[in-house]
């Protein structure tokens, strides 16, 4: 069974730092894209960031150029998204997405971790 | 950046054809792919490049694009499809996209 656990979620005051994981596993990690996406609270997906299967290509939405950072480890199936100067409106449920296609952002999704940023 | 556009809601009656768009002007050169999302839970994937329906996914989900328009298309709509839809495209200079969701009511 395919499973992407995501974790790292928590509060954070403004202008603060977090890393998010993503750990997968039911399925070889290492020839699957790997997505980020988040969803504000009541709101609809926001597409964040990807990352090709061997690190070599990755895209971030304007709303992640410059703040946010994208990795994978495929010795460990795991995926990183290293978030840095988190504003208010970064809070959100931050899910991971894989697929074997990098035009389809998720085939399996996890269940999402969240990320609050209040002071 | 690029845009694609729901209906914010679409209502049908159980055991009726739910149709739901998704328009943007480069859509006749992209994929389309369509999630499905309840409340509480994650997205799921029920509409790939198109037309795809993945194996888990019921037959009366169904996917077609037409220029600049794709529609998702639910027949014999049951009240379990109750949910929010969101379209999602890869555009070459945004990355992906996603439209900003149709709530179906079935009622």
């Known amino acids: 069974e395919v499973q992407l656990v995501e974790s790292g979620g928590d509060l954070v005051q403004p202008g603060g730092s977090l890393r998010l994981t993503c750990a997968g596993s039911?399925?070889?990690?290492?020839?699957?894209?790997m997505q980020w996406v988040r969803q504000a609270p009541g709101k609809g997906l926001e597409w964040l960031s990807h990352?090709?299967?061997?690190?070599?290509?990755?895209h971030y939405a304007d709303s992640a150029k410059g703040r946010f950072t994208i990795s994978r480890d495929n010795a460990k199936n795991s995926l990183f998204l290293q978030m840095n100067s988190l504003r208010v409106d970064d809070t959100a449920v931050y899910y991971c997405?894989?697929?074997?296609?990098?035009?389809?952002?998720?085939?399996?999704w996890g269940r999402g971790t969240l990320v609050t940023v209040s002071s | 950046s690029y845009e694609v556009t729901q209906p914010p809601s679409v209502s049908v009656s159980p055991g009726q054809t739910a149709s739901i768009t998704c328009s943007g002007d480069?859509?006749?050169?992209?994929?389309v792919c369509w999630y499905q999302q309840k409340p509480g839970q994650s997205p799921l994937l029920v509409i790939s490049?198109?037309?795809k329906r993945p194996s888990d996914i019921p037959e009366r989900f169904s996917g077609s694009k037409s220029g600049s328009t794709a529609t998702l298309t639910i027949s014999g709509t049951q009240a379990m499809d109750e949910a929010d839809y969101y379209c999602?495209?890869?555009?070459?200079?945004?990355?992906?996209?996603f439209g900003g969701g149709t709530k179906l009511t079935v009622l």
């Open positions: 997405a894989s697929s074997r296609n990098m035009l389809v952002v998720g085939d399996y």
């Open positions: 039911g399925f070889s990690f290492r020839d699957y894209e």
């Open positions: 990352i090709d299967a061997h690190s070599s290509d990755v």
């Open positions: 480069k859509l006749g050169g992209q994929f």
């Open positions: 490049q198109d037309n």
């Open positions: 999602q495209v890869w555009d070459l200079t945004t990355g992906a996209v």
